[in-house]
């Protein structure tokens, strides 16, 4: 069990690897293309620019804006808090939900769940 700032930390670098594993199960260049929105190449581990981009294609058109919006935060939000230096056990909750939330997401668009 998680009891100190070192602990809470570790678990948010293994919600990381998680995310960046989904990302890279999903991701797909060629359908999903190689840069991002600002032209910036993707890296083989840049899971929020790989799933930004898997969203934006796989929830095209404007009927499924608010998807993206949430699917996107989602992602942020796990990404944040798991560079968080000072974290705390409340940090800690929320990563892992927020992990869990863009994994059951994408799950729901994989037919997964």
């Known amino acids: 069990m998680a009891k100190n700032e070192g602990d809470f930390q570790q678990i948010g670098l293994l919600c990381r690897e998680v995310i960046i594993s989904l990302a890279q199960a999903v991701y797909n260049p060629e359908l999903h293309g190689t840069k991002d929105e600002k032209g910036t190449v993707i890296g083989k581990t840049d899971a929020v620019k790989m799933i930004g981009n898997y969203i934006n294609v796989r929830l095209a058109g404007s009927s499924n804006e608010e998807l993206r919006v949430y699917a996107k935060a989602t992602n942020k939000l796990a990404n944040l808090l798991t560079h968080k ?3 705390e056990k409340q940090d800690m909750l ?3 939900s927020a992990t869990m939330a863009l994994i059951n997401f994408i799950g729901i668009l994989e037919n997964k769940l």
């Open 85 to 87: 230096r000072n974290a």
């Open 94 to 96: 929320l990563n892992v």
